[in-house]
């Protein structure tokens, strides 16, 4: 990924999370538990939440699949501190951010869905071929 995309990414997460209260941070990852970008995180720790909540996303698709749910919207994880909130992106990544208790959940989730949506669209979006020269 290019320091222009990274720029971009890191811009639609700041421009939705920085509203919700209590964000400690977010990860963007591939589907395959890459981490392609983060937000307030080192990039240690980003890395490990990356590969962790790639196996709960996956779960939660594959459960989705067996009873015939549709596409996974949203997940919440409920902790003694912290909320995780684990969101598709476009067709081949994943939204994880970390928040604190303190968060209003309506609001954790109504933000981290439409950064998610943000984020499908800029990364869904072709590269614009260069015309040809004469």
Same mark, same amino acid.
């Given at each position: ?7 971009v990414?890191?811009s639609?997460?700041?421009n ?9 941070g977010?990860?963007l990852l591939?589907?395959d ?14 890395e490990?939440?990356a590969?962790?909540a790639?196996? &709960?996303?996956? /779960?939660? @698709? !594959?459960?989705?699949?067996e009873?015939?749910g549709?596409a *996974? ?20 990544s994943?939204l994880? &951010?970390?928040? /604190?208790? @303190? !968060?209003?959940l ?6 981290? *869905? ?13 590269e ?7």
């Amino acid at each position: 990924m290019t320091t222009a995309q990274s720029d971009v990414i890191y811009s639609i997460l700041d421009n939705n999370l920085s509203r919700i209260a209590g964000v400690h941070g977010a990860v963007l990852l591939s589907n395959d538990g890459i981490r392609l970008s983060a937000y307030l995180l080192e990039r240690d720790q980003a890395e490990r939440v990356a590969a962790a909540a790639s196996g &709960v996303a996956s /779960s939660m @698709k !594959a459960i989705s699949r067996e009873i015939a749910g549709g596409a *996974v919207i949203r997940q919440l994880v409920e902790m003694d501190d912290r909320y995780l909130c684990i969101v598709g992106c476009g067709s081949g990544s994943t939204l994880i &951010v970390v928040a /604190s208790r @303190k !968060a209003r959940l309506g609001e954790l989730g109504g933000e981290t *869905v439409r950064a998610s949506q943000a984020l499908g669209e800029w990364l869904d979006t072709p590269e614009r071929s260069q015309a040809p020269t004469a």
